[in-house]
Nanobody, 125 residues
């Protein structure tokens, strides 16, 4: 059974960096895509990034140029490096998958069935 576990969130000042991790359990990561979403208080989930089995990446305009997704198949882990953080990046960050998709679909919530519990990121001004 697929399980996704995020970690790495925390409190950071504007302009700072964090690296989030999404550990995949129950299946081998190497054959499928993982997406990142975030949900700010009172807002709908926003798809922000995806990395496919072939390392192709997809980013929303809101994070392009500041966030970088990567994967380590040996560790069954996907990372989201977040640089140049802004107060508007404050949210709960979640990773998601939709087996057996190997490439990234559109970053909309309904495309993904499996979700982690999320990790909270707070950016102070």
């Amino acid at each position: 059974q697929l399980q996704l576990v995020e970690s790495g969130g925390g409190l950071v000042q504007a302009g700072g960096s964090l690296r989030l991790s999404c550990v995949v359990r129950g299946v081998s990561l190497e054959h499928f895509a993982i997406a990142w979403f975030r949900q700010a208080p009172g807002k709908d989930p926003e798809g922000i990034s995806c990395i496919g089995f072939n390392d192709n990446t997809l980013y929303s305009d809101s994070v392009k140029g500041r966030f970088t997704a990567s994967r380590d198949n040996a560790k069954n882990t996907v990372y989201l490096q977040m640089d140049g953080l802004k107060p508007e990046d404050t949210a709960v960050y979640l990773c998601a998958a939709e087996l057996p998709l190997a490439t990234c679909p559109p970053l909309v919530r309904r495309q993904f069935e499996s979700w982690g519990q999320g990790t909270r990121v707070t950016v102070s001004s």
